[in-house]
């Protein structure tokens, strides 16, 4: 059992375990990520977007309604192959992840509160999930792969 008074902060020994095993898929995302993702490909998609809002912007602007609806498709191709690449990682760590979410589930559903954080009771999910973002934003600030 974890403790911190000062703050009502309280995470039972099967709170700790879960904390694991979200910290643990949380990296597990972010290694799979680091490998999948190519930046630099991402950051020239981004400017190309910002790009193509700035040109759907102005023409908007000066009246050219035939160049901003075709700045605006280019501007969807460009969001759905972003979308795409995005969604690469997936294909390593879905199964993975609902194995061991269905294992959780099946192991702490019935326990009720795992941890309480200043005051509010936290169930198995809430605090596997609380943990896994702040691990996740974490790891995406220092590395900068947001």
């Keep these: 059992m974890f403790e911190i008074s000062a703050l ?3 995470v039972s020994d099967d709170g700790l375990v879960i904390a694991g095993v979200s910290i643990g898929l949380a990296l597990l995302s ?3 990520r680091m490998a999948v993702l190519d930046r630099a490909h991402m950051e020239e998609m981004k400017k190309q977007l910002k790009e193509k809002q700035k040109d759907v912007k102005e023409a908007t602007k000066k009246g050219q309604t035939k160049k901003a ?6 501007m969807m191709q460009l969001t759905l192959e ?5 969604m690469k990682p997936l294909m ?3 199964i993975p992840f609902i194995l061991i979410f269905g294992w959780l589930k ?3 559903e019935s326990i ?3 941890a309480t954080l200043f005051g509010f009771e ?3 999910f809430w605090w596997y999930l609380i943990t896994a973002m702040l691990v996740s934003l974490t790891l995406n600030k220092i590395f900068k792969l947001s």
């Design 8 to 10: 009502n902060i309280i």
């Design 30 to 32: 972010f290694l799979v």
């Design 69 to 74: 609806a075709k700045a605006q498709e280019e």
């Design 82 to 86: 972003n979308m795409k690449h995005t």
């Design 92 to 94: 390593y760590t879905f």
């Design 106 to 108: 099946g192991e702490y």
């Design 112 to 114: 009720g509160t795992v």
């Design 122 to 124: 936290l169930s198995w």
